[in-house]
């Protein structure tokens, strides 16, 4: 886990996740986990790195790790139902 030294604070129906970065994907096959955190987490942005290639990979203060995604929540009701439709 790599910590940013960034914290970031979104309006309320907003969450960010953290992705990939496609050159540093396909290239050194570093990959970002995670998941989505919530808008009102004020504390440090830290990254999860996975490297799946073969190769020591090492990282500078200032390098671009992985790019920030801020989504909006969706406020939508749910429901059960005992059958659902086919998808296409």
Not at 9 to 25: D, I, N, T, V, Y
Not at 43 to 70: H, P, R, S, T, W
């Amino acid at each position: 886990m790599v910590g940013t030294g960034i914290a970031i604070g979104l309006p309320k129906g907003k969450c960010r996740r953290l992705a990939e970065r496609s050159g540093m994907a396909s290239k050194m096959v570093i990959a970002v986990g995670g998941g989505l955190v919530e808008g009102d987490y004020t504390g440090e942005e830290k990254v999860i790195l996975g490297n799946q290639g073969k190769a020591d990979c090492l990282f500078q203060a200032g390098d671009q790790i992985a790019q920030l995604i801020v989504e909006q929540i969706a406020d939508a009701d749910a429901m059960e139902v005992d059958k659902l439709g086919i998808s296409e």
